[in-house]
């Protein structure tokens, strides 16, 4: 004890000291995470929470540190206070990534992405769920039942216990991820009477047909080995002599320049260590300008810490020079984004972080913070990612691959492969290209394959009007660029109409008040004059014919309106702002008048259409969507997947709409008689009908009763044949009769019914055509229609995709987000209570509300509280829950969940039960008594067996593969691509005919007439992506150079950057003057500045909430910058958002309901 006094006795000297000489220095105290200056307010501390609801402070306001406020607040004299710019501390909710905080020891850090957990499980693969939260360790941690886990290495199982990784009846991809003697066999580690061979291992004898990691077949021997790390990609492990891609990144301990600090490493001799801790910095200055230094390492502050000696700081802010003193900027402002420094990146668990510095339009530089899932590169400063998907049916059914993720998309995505896709859908195959649930003869006519869509690029316009190919029964894309050209719609149809504006070389080709660009003339913010015509307002700036700048003539001048050019308009956000020139007589100057409505700016015409404004989508025209704009305006708005009214004309039969409640539904079936629609239906004014008594089809036997009333499809009425109908299940039957002995029969009580048949009684039990169990969907509007729980899609109540509450009904948990009955979306009530028994399970009393808590508290005496785990008592007393099963096997709870410690629970990897519908095909699943097995489904042998190129034959069933393997004897083949024959022999796609490079792909050659892949790449010089230098070929076949394509962005297409002379596709970059430059994004002007599209307001202001809500107060005019900023008290602050209020004091934006 007598040490410890005298370490902290100690310390506190030390730091009084520090403390002393920073006084000294700056005149003041500077406490917090980064260096600079703050204004303290005094804020409500009685009782103050988290989001999570947890109590931080004392009961009486009083803390003790940062960490006992609430998030964003600091701790000063014991009291809760909110500084100039919010502070953080790491171990919460809502701690900004990359934002430097404080840890719970006092000691500064940086935010990373905090995951919540109980189970190692929960986490992603290689790290350990502690103190709650998912963590990165000194020893990776694997899980057994999740993808990733090394064959050979320990794991931890969900279901309690230590495994092996790979063992019997492990998760598998291939034969690479099970142990040595067991084969992958429907997607489980099985002994086998084959060996099969991975070919990734050192034991794969050279010559053998092996399976890769990715489950694609190969030849042992062909490919690279290894020793380590090393030897392979930044990144990657070497796992049995290959390189492979590992859950948590591995990188080579001898190239400090490219191993980050902490991470895990291999020597060149196979060692596995830990990179070195670099020394990053020693003082502010060796950092990127507006990053500070904090123990060695160079981080992204609260708010940017500037060094005086570099390029971008601002004028008369403070800075630290080189020597750590304390200076003034100067006026040394930044040009481009590498005045600022180069990025830097952070490596946390498979999470990696990048800052990019940034030059602002002050000529200050910043800091773009960002994170994803990949690995860091510390000598590029940039992370690399592997995209989860890259078309939809790389994703769940029902999720949409946007970005390289799966997600839930407003419209549901649809796989045209996969089980669960609702005949006649529309949906997309593994190759990208468009079809219909429902079989695999795919398209029939060019109105199943989509309606025309059109882009605008630049100032080009491509249309794609895609056809159907009745051969193949594939939808093709029909792709067509008009050169300076608009997307217009025309008599109902998208178009391309040639732009009619006046072309032009320099501003004086223009009506008066307009300037030149790209070719054409346009209205701009601020008017742009000639010097040389009428109309130059005396002593304005001008351009002369020959472009050079001059000053308009004090004499002449407009005669007339028409003397002064056109009216023109420009968008900012929804808004339309039309100027319309008119001549002063008196003074013959020409003048401007502005007018803004809600609309969209024509520019070529210089007029405003305007926005419809709507609640749902059903007040919209047909194929529109009603959405909430930036602004918090909802309007109606064409979007590239049109949207449809369930109750309005023009519904496409069979395709998912909205009702007048904004509830999803099913656009009706036209029909012309019973056998358009679905068994027992009747066509009653073209829509199918459920009618009193049921109509049959005369021409489907099958599902025709005999002597029941049918009619053909002509509509002619007759009677179904007295014949005996063969069956497998009921499903084989008309809705109601019974399989027996293998004959259809009528009965009078059915007891089974048919799940996959649109007349199954909601909530009766059913079994589908692979005698699978469930229950008969139950019909519903939104979310309140369904058990509390449940989510209402496609007109019909799940449990398969994700929880959906009803904000009425009991069980809503506290602050979820919710359904109203009328379909609007809100947050559920907090409950008034006296313990943790008055709320829903899972949530504690605290100050007499149910509030969210982590961990979760369980009430010891409802049901659904796990066996074993701490629980309160009605009395607020702990105990522990009963052990009281609900379930004993996964077949006991909903389809997807598994059975643990006797409670139904979430997991991730699904697991499913092999007698319920749901159970995917090959899937693997359990059954009552927990024995293993497999879903029932199709097989093949090849890939020529499966229905699309591109997919592959896993396991004996058609699945997705990265990269693709094709079917050489069918279309699409694509050039130098792996592909099987029917026999299953690999071989290589033939390629295009070709007479030079440039009929090829860029980075293709041309050999012996056929385009293929080469080493190294040979590229077109007149192609885009040729790099400025690089060796090419032009389109005569002689050898070249690429020449220089840009010298800034503005020379390239839009959403092109120029990058050492050549463009480069991205989406951060733009150009401020070419059409496509989103309002209030960043772009470049002609001259290489940094701006903002859009341009802003102008007006004068004082404090943010003077401007427009978004904009910035800067030196007393509103801008646009960057990033939006928000104003507390106007419509449009995201909740929970740093703001201002009218004062000028920081904030957050307060929390409200989400919008329908």
Known sequence: MARLLKRRYTLFLGLMLTLGLLVGITGGCDCGGSPGTETITETNTENPTTDGGEVVAEKDGTCTQRCDCPQGQECRDSKCVILDAPVYCCDRDQCPIGKACLNADGSNGSCDVRTPCKHNCECSQGLACEKGYCTKTSKIVYCCEQSGCPAGEQCESIRGGTKTCGSEGSPCVSACGCVAGLACVNGQCTKSSTTVYCCDNTNCPEGQVCETAKGERGVCGK??????????PTGQACSNGRCVVSPVPVYCCDKPNSCPSGQACDTADGRRQTCPTQTECTQHCDCAQGQFCNKGACVVGTSPVYCCDKAGCPVRRSCFTKNGGVGTCPDKKCVKDTDCGAPSCRQQGTQCTTAVPRCLDDGSCSNEVSSSAGSCDPATGKCTTTAQCKVDCDCPQGQACSNGACGIANIVKYCCDKEGCPKGQACSRTDGSAGVCGGTTGCRSNAECGKTSC???????????????VATGKCVPGAQLVRNADCKTQNGQLTCVPR????CKTHCDCPQGQGCSSGQCIGGTFPTYCCDKAGCPTKQACYNKDGTPGICPGVGGCKTDQDCGKASCRQSGTTCVVTKPTCDTTTGTCRSSSAASPGVCDPNTGSCTPLTPCQVHCDCPQGQACATTPFGIRVCQQVSTPVYCCDKAGCPSSTACFDKNNARGTCPITCTSPCDCNTGE???????????NPAYCCDDPQKCPAGAVCKDKSGKAGTCPQTQ??????????????CTNNVCVKTSNPTVFCCEQPSCPAGKACVNSLNQQGTCPVPCKNDCSCTQGQRCVNGTCTSSSGNGYCCTKSGCPANFSCTNPDGSRNRCPTQKCNSACDCNQGEDCRNGQCTRVFPAVYCCSKTGCPQGQSCKNAQNTWGTCPNVNTCSSPCDCPQGQDC????????FPSIYCCSKVGCQPGQACYDSNNKAGVCPGSQCTTSCDCPNQGQSCVRGRCASSNPRIYCCSKPGCQSGQSCEDTNGNLSVCPGAQCKTACDCNQGEDCRNGQCVRSSPAVYCCSKTACRAGQACVNTNGTSGTCPVQCKVDCDCPQGNRCSAGTCYPTTTAYCCSKAGCPTGRTCTTTTGQRSVCGGSTGQSCKVRCDCNQGEECVNGRCQQGPSPVYCC????????????????????????????
């Open 223 to 232: 490919i690279k080995k290894c020793n380590s790390a090393c030897d392979c």
């Open 455 to 469: 882009q605008q690029l630049g100032t080009d316009c491509a249309l794609n009007t895609p056809t159907c190919d």
């Open 500 to 503: 009619t504006g006046v072309v």
């Open 682 to 692: 009747d066509c009653v004014s073209g829509r199918c009908t459920v009618t009193p």
């Open 725 to 738: 109908r063969p069956c497998k299940n009921v499903c084989d039957c008309v809705q109601g009769e019974a």
């Open 900 to 907: 643990f410690k006797g409670q139904c629970i979430q997991v």
């Open 1129 to 1156: 008290s106007k419509a449009g602050c995201p909740s929970n958002f740093v703001c201002q209020d009218s004062t000028g004091r920081t904030s957050f934006c307060p929390t409200t309901p989400p919008a329908p």
